[in-house]
């Protein structure tokens, strides 16, 4: 530990910025979460790291930007769970999750929000899954990209339910978000992080949580399990690298990730 009781260890690398890579938007949960882990991994490895977006096709942009830079563990990844199990099954990608992408470390998960413009018609679950049944292919819902989280809990909620709603992508939430604000879109699911604080604000208008129970952060909003049994939809965040990564680098990593 040094002066201030910080842990320190040193990755068998120099004291250059390391890249941080987050290929999804500004400002939506991937990105904030990726600033604060990198903030701490720079105090207790004693160099800088650098946050940077590449957003885009559902963060295989930033992967492949990643995979492109040199091998050498200045270029690390802050990614989503879909980038490892859906994105290669929805689209054409230049990765091989587990051997081109590795995981280093998972740093906190994510239960999602369905929300709707504040005004909206309807006011509860049953509510919408009614208004979208009785209007089929009038309702859409936007997300952060093809194969994201905000994307995928959507579907999954409209084939449960065998809803016929219209798919809008964006790129990042913050953009999917704000297409519902200017009622562009009629439903955003989004990541619990992004969306409890305009929903506690009356921004938006929630209807349910993707979460097996209710989230301590919103008690008054039911999760979608007491409507539609069973369901449930929990991401997570993490760190990872490019399979080209020295092996002593990506541990050194993943302990210093452990002490953040």
């Not at 096709?57 to 563990?73: S, T």
């Not at 504040?118 to 208004?131: G, Q, V």
């Not at 919103?218 to 399979?243: R, S």
Request: aromatic share 8%; hydrophobic share 40%.
């Amino acid at each position: 530990r040094d002066v201030t009781g910080v842990q320190t260890c040193a990755l068998p690398i120099s004291d250059r910025t390391v890249k941080v890579v987050v290929p999804y938007g500004a400002g939506g949960v991937t990105d904030v979460m990726a600033r604060v882990t990198a903030d701490r991994l720079g105090k207790i490895l004693k160099q800088t790291f650098v946050v940077e977006d590449k957003p885009g096709a559902g963060g295989a942009i930033g992967v492949n930007y990643a995979m492109h830079a040199p091998q050498d563990g200045y270029t690390i990844l802050f990614v989503g769970s879909t980038l490892f199990t859906v994105l290669p099954l929805v689209q054409k990608v230049e990765y091989v999750p587990l051997k081109d992408l590795v995981p280093v470390s998972i740093t906190g998960t994510n239960g999602m929000i369905m929300v709707v413009a504040k005004d909206a018609p309807y006011s509860t679950l049953s509510d919408f899954i009614s208004y979208a049944r009785a209007h089929p292919g009038k309702i859409t819902y936007s997300s952060g990209g093809t194969g994201t989280n905000n994307h995928l809990s959507s579907a999954y909620l409209a084939g449960k339910e065998d809803l016929k709603m219209v798919y809008v992508p964006f790129r990042g939430g913050q953009a999917a978000l704000q297409a519902v604000l200017a009622k562009s879109v009629d439903m955003h699911f989004g990541n619990s992080s992004d969306l409890v604080g305009p929903v506690n604000s009356g921004v938006v208008k929630a209807l349910a949580v993707s979460t097996p129970k209710r989230m301590a952060q919103l008690p008054q909003v039911p999760a979608v399990a007491e409507t539609i049994p069973g369901f449930e939809y929990v991401a997570w965040n993490g760190y990872a690298v490019t399979g080209g990564v020295p092996p002593q680098v990506t541990k050194r990593l993943a302990d210093a990730l452990q002490t953040v």
